[in-house]
């Protein structure tokens, strides 16, 4: 594995807002059907084999604070699983992972938002749970929709299930960089939207880079993995096989993929 200057990959130290140790989550093959009360009465327990797959096995890094760091893999390697378990949403069957501090999560384009609330209930909802109060929440209320653009202000009181994928993730991108966590997970999403809105993104992500935040990003786009990422982290098949400066990762992940 490589190494960056300053931080040793692999190395934890006492300043290290995230800490992965032999971290692993296993998963059922294919989702195990509801059955009926008759089927739940009749069937013989464990006579069925119970197929299942390590999507992370045996995972350990660490990362110090202010690091931006990007994920690559192909799809199924383990890149949003692991997004999900340092934000607490999975529990690991093996090892551990540790975070310092709170996490902003933009993970799967909303963020955690619930489709049969309002636009408006999600924002107030969500920066709640993140420790804004009323306060701190109406100050930046009108900074966050302004961010997300007219079409999401004029909706604001719809259900938010009724939004378009592309104004779900501009209100969720607008919500979760507003909010003072340390740690910013953003999964895919700059991908979405047209190319003014990903511009107004980059800028906020330049921003936040540069107020000290730790940034995990997965991305296909090795463009703004270069942009934003000076460490990267290759998971291939759940496993890490990569740890070093971004652009020696892309090169290794692109001769594997090749």
């Known amino acids: 594995m490589g190494s960056l200057a300053g931080?040793?990959?692999g190395t934890p130290s006492a300043r290290d807002?995230?800490?992965a140790d032999g971290l692993g989550i296993e998963f059922y093959r294919s989702r195990r059907r509801k059955l009926s009360l008759r089927e739940m009465a009749l069937r013989r327990e464990n006579t069925a084999p119970k197929e299942t797959f390590w999507a992370l096995k045996d995972v350990s890094f660490s990362v110090?604070?202010?690091e931006a760091v990007g994920l690559v893999g192909s799809n199924g390697g383990g890149k949003s699983t692991l997004l999900k378990m340092i934000a607490g949403v999975l529990l690991p069957d093996?090892?551990?992972v540790k975070v310092q501090g709170g996490v902003a999560p933009l993970i799967e384009l909303t963020g955690g938002f619930l489709g049969e609330l309002s636009a408006r209930e999600n924002v107030l909802l969500t920066a709640g749970l993140h420790g804004l109060d009323k306060h701190e929440i109406s100050e930046r209320f009108d900074d966050i929709v302004d961010f997300a653009g007219p079409q999401v202000r004029q909706g604001l009181d719809m259900p938010f299930r009724h939004f378009s994928s592309g104004?779900?993730?501009r209100l969720g991108f607008a919500l979760i960089t507003t909010l003072d966590e340390p740690i910013v997970l953003v999964d895919e999403v700059l991908a979405v939207g047209d190319r003014a809105f990903r511009e107004k993104c980059y800028q906020r992500m330049e921003d936040l880079l540069s107020q000290g935040r730790t940034l995990f990003l997965v991305s296909h786009s090795e463009a703004d993995?270069?942009?934003f990422c000076t460490r990267g982290l290759y998971l291939q098949s759940g496993r890490?096989?990569?740890d070093g400066p971004m652009?020696?990762?892309?090169e290794q992940y692109n001769a594997s993929s090749a």
């Open 167 to 169: 104004m779900q993730v």
């Open 7 to 9: 931080h040793e990959a």
């Open 94 to 96: 093996e090892g551990s």
């Open 64 to 66: 110090g604070p202010g």
């Open 225 to 227: 993995l270069r942009r």
């Open 247 to 250: 652009e020696d990762v892309l």
């Open 240 to 242: 890490l096989v990569a």
């Open 17 to 19: 807002v995230i800490t």
